[in-house]
């Protein structure tokens, strides 16, 4: 089961920022938190990982509250493309155990608005 | 450097064929996930393998159900016998270790007629 919790859905604005909640209260001190989204049902693309620090990159910004339990993907400038289901994934990284798996949970679709 | 290439990107087969899925990762990584997405539902976990080896098949169905990844070749889930239950976007993805981040492919799309 997903140990994330994310709205169903939101709606952004042409050319504004898109701010995306997500829920991970009971994330462990070594899983990250990953982002990916789902453009109608094309293979999912990732988009940012982080563990504590704040990160970003080409394509968006993820913070991350100093006691981790929740993030948000920031979307500087949302274009009609970026319109997708948006996955928040908390997961490990030690492959002996079974939490390196990518769990999909329901996601956000993020309408972007002409 | 290609992506995670999955062919084919359309298949359909009658009740009681047998459905080949292939997956070419990309260049370098050695970790292949697979994934089903029925329609109208979420990514599912299925397998985790590395070359040769099985790691984690926990979300395989017990029966009809396969996947390898050889030394040499892409990954392949095979599906016997598919049933109209079957159809789905299977989607495979590459990381070169069981850590950081994985690539998906396009996605095969199996219709069961």
């Known amino acids: 089961d997903a140990k994330t919790t994310q709205p169903p859905s939101m709606d952004c604005a042409e050319g504004r920022a898109a701010n995306l909640p997500c829920n991970h209260s009971t994330i462990s001190g070594n899983e990250y938190v990953y982002w990916y989204r789902q453009i109608h049902s094309q293979g999912p693309q990732y988009i940012i990982h982080g563990l504590k620090n704040n990160e970003t990159n080409e394509m968006a910004s993820l913070i991350i509250t100093e006691d981790r339990k929740s993030s948000t993907l920031i979307l500087p400038h949302a274009t009609l493309r970026d319109t997708a289901v948006y996955y928040c994934i908390v997961r490990g990284q030690n492959s002996g155990g079974s939490n390196y798996k990518l769990t999909f949970g329901k996601g956000t679709l993020l309408t972007v608005n002409p | 450097n290609a992506g995670v290439m999955q062919n084919p990107r359309h298949l359909v087969r009658r009740r009681g064929q047998e459905a080949r899925l292939r997956c070419s990762p990309m260049k370098g990584h050695s970790h292949v996930y697979w994934y089903r997405q029925l329609p109208e539902e979420g990514l599912k976990f299925m397998v985790y393998l590395q070359k040769e080896n099985i790691i984690d098949e926990s979300g395989m169905p017990k029966e009809r159900f396969s996947a390898e990844f050889p030394k040499e070749g892409p990954s392949i889930l095979r599906i016997q016998q598919v049933v109209r239950g079957d159809s789905a976007a299977y989607f495979c993805?590459?990381?070169?270790?069981?850590?950081?981040?994985?690539?998906f492919g396009q996605g095969t799309r199996l219709t069961v007629v």
């Open positions: 993805a590459s990381s070169p270790s069981g850590a950081g981040e994985a690539f």
